[in-house]
């Protein structure tokens, strides 16, 4: 399995020749998608959905709801290429099993309406990798790799540490990472380093670096 972190929280997944992107949002990359065999929205924020990302490629879109109905007023040539799926559904993007965790999006502010929000695990080989959108919801079961929350109108630093230590992956790669500064980053970075237990490694990437 190739991990590639592109801009915000955008992941590309390659395994025996498909490639998955989850969240391809405003603050991605465009060529984030090049051939792409399949995209995963978790929500319709657009930091991780932007209708020209998608018009980009010609990759079937699997999506909730909520997003679905956003894509089809926005970019109704992508609509042709929409696939619905429920929270807790297990299905198949570009042959990679896929299972839809959850379907709310964290609280913002009490006074704030919530959005659905659906994470996914993927299933490449013998490697699972979980991507929580906007949500602090665990997967219920043993993955290899967690794309962590680092920072967030929603979130402290401290829930999104506890967070990854509940889903105990033994790797975490850092994602929505344009919210805070350079400095920022950096000591939430130290944050994450020494308060994970040995057990669990994290790791930073730059847009387009590929996980080792």
Not at 70 to 84: K, M
Request: proline share 8%.
């Amino acid at each position: 399995m190739r991990i590639t972190k592109f801009g915000h929280a955008c992941v590309r997944v390659e395994h025996d020749g498909h490639i998955v992107v989850i969240d391809p949002g405003a603050f991605t990359d465009p060529e984030a998608v090049d051939g792409a065999d399949a995209v995963l929205i978790t929500h319709e924020h657009p930091d991780h959905y932007e209708p020209g990302r998608l018009a980009r490629a010609d990759a079937p879109v699997l999506t909730i709801e909520a997003v679905t109905k956003r894509i089809r007023e926005e970019a109704p040539d992508v609509a042709e290429r929409l696939t619905v799926v429920s929270p807790g559904e297990s299905f198949e993007a570009a042959g990679l099993p896929v299972r839809a965790v959850g379907q709310r999006h964290a609280v913002i502010h009490p006074d704030l309406p919530r959005f659905d929000n659906s994470g996914y695990v993927v299933t490449a080989g013998d490697q699972k990798l979980f991507h929580p959108g906007d949500a602090l919801t665990p997967p219920d079961e043993a993955v290899d790799l967690l794309c962590v929350v680092v920072s967030a109108p929603w979130m402290r630093a401290a829930e999104g540490i506890d967070f990854a230590r509940l889903v105990g992956a033994p790797r975490n790669l850092a994602i929505h990472d344009k919210v805070y500064s350079e400095i920022g980053l950096g000591i939430v970075d130290g944050h994450f380093s020494r308060l994970l237990p040995e057990s669990q490694s994290y790791v930073r990437l730059a847009d387009g670096q590929d996980l080792d």
